[in-house]
């Protein structure tokens, strides 16, 4: 995709607004659970639907909302949406809901949800608002999945060892184990924090690049 289509409004949750890398919401989640691919990736889905959801459920009733009460109706909108996907996913995914944990519940927390209900699903029509708010599900997705996938790299030496709790016991035999010597911090609370500043640090270094060399302006000799 081109520098253009990153920076489209619609599709900048990607890369210019990402919420983990740019806006860094969401934070908390992102660093606990990023110990495996699978465990990114599973959460990174989960929020995405909620935030697709809740665009489209605010993007239906925008026009009647009362302002002095529009954030709690965003707040409850985005809670019921979190515990539909927490009770679909104890029902069908178990292990996998009990490896996240709380962390499910605490999707209701993001801000990067609420954020898009106010300034973007609230205002914009659904045309606009759907393809937004995917654009910044897939970005956050992409950083957890990214950030879980280098952890359990370098932490285990693995890639995808747990995806049969995502696709089933069929998918048991898909995990790759590479000849690497392991370092036990990367699966760690430190690992978490040196690998999203890595990542920072990535997009920034890119978006570096990105821009256009700026020259210092010349003067004519004798110009005022």
Same mark, same amino acid.
């Given at each position: 995709?081109? $520098?253009?289509?990153?920076?489209?409004p619609v599709t900048?949750?990607? +890369?210019r *607004? *990402?919420? /983990?890398?740019?806006?860094? &919401?969401?934070?908390c989640?992102?660093l $606990?659970v990023t110990?495996?691919l699978? *465990?990114?990736?599973?959460?990174?889905?989960?929020?995405t639907f909620?935030?697709?959801?809740t665009?489209?459920?605010?993007?239906?009733?925008?026009? +009647? &909302?009362?302002? %002095?009460?529009?954030?709690?109706?965003?707040?409850?909108?985005?809670?019921?949406?979190?515990?539909?996907?927490?009770?679909?996913?104890?029902?069908?995914?178990?292990?996998?809901? #009990?490896t996240?944990?709380?962390?499910?519940?605490?999707?209701?927390?993001n801000? $990067?949800?609420?954020?898009?209900?106010?300034?973007?699903?609230?205002?914009?029509?659904?045309g606009?608002?759907?393809?937004?708010g995917?654009?910044?599900?897939?970005?956050?997705?992409?950083?957890? /999945?990214?950030?879980?996938?280098l952890?359990e790299?370098?932490g285990r030496?693995?890639l995808?060892?747990d995806? #049969?709790?995502?696709?089933?016991s069929? /998918?048991?035999s898909?995990?790759? #184990?590479?000849?690497?010597?392991s370092?036990l911090?990367?699966v760690l609370?430190?690992g /978490?924090f040196?690998?999203?500043?890595? &990542?920072?640090?990535?997009?920034?270094?890119?978006?570096?690049?990105?821009?256009? %060399?700026?020259?210092? #302006?010349?003067?004519e000799?004798g110009a005022a």
């Amino acid at each position: 995709m081109s $520098a253009n289509n990153f920076d489209n409004p619609v599709t900048a949750g990607l +890369w210019r *607004n *990402n919420p /983990a890398l740019v806006q860094l &919401l969401g934070i908390c989640p992102l660093l $606990a659970v990023t110990t495996s691919l699978v *465990n990114g990736l599973a959460l990174g889905m989960a929020t995405t639907f909620v935030i697709l959801m809740t665009n489209l459920f605010v993007g239906l009733v925008r026009h +009647w &909302l009362v302002p %002095a009460v529009r954030i709690l109706i965003f707040v409850l909108i985005i809670a019921s949406l979190v515990t539909v996907v927490d009770l679909l996913s104890s029902a069908y995914f178990h292990d996998l809901h #009990e490896t996240l944990g709380l962390f499910i519940p605490l999707i209701v927390t993001n801000c $990067a949800i609420l954020g898009q209900a106010e300034t973007v699903a609230s205002r914009q029509p659904l045309g606009v608002s759907m393809p937004a708010g995917l654009s910044t599900g897939l970005g956050f997705t992409g950083v957890l /999945a990214l950030l879980g996938g280098l952890r359990e790299l370098v932490g285990r030496g693995t890639l995808l060892s747990d995806l #049969e709790l995502l696709l089933g016991s069929t /998918a048991a035999s898909v995990g790759i #184990e590479l000849p690497v010597t392991s370092v036990l911090v990367a699966v760690l609370p430190p690992g /978490a924090f040196f690998g999203l500043a890595f &990542l920072v640090a990535a997009k920034n270094y890119l978006d570096a690049r990105r821009m256009p %060399a700026q020259t210092p #302006e010349t003067t004519e000799p004798g110009a005022a």
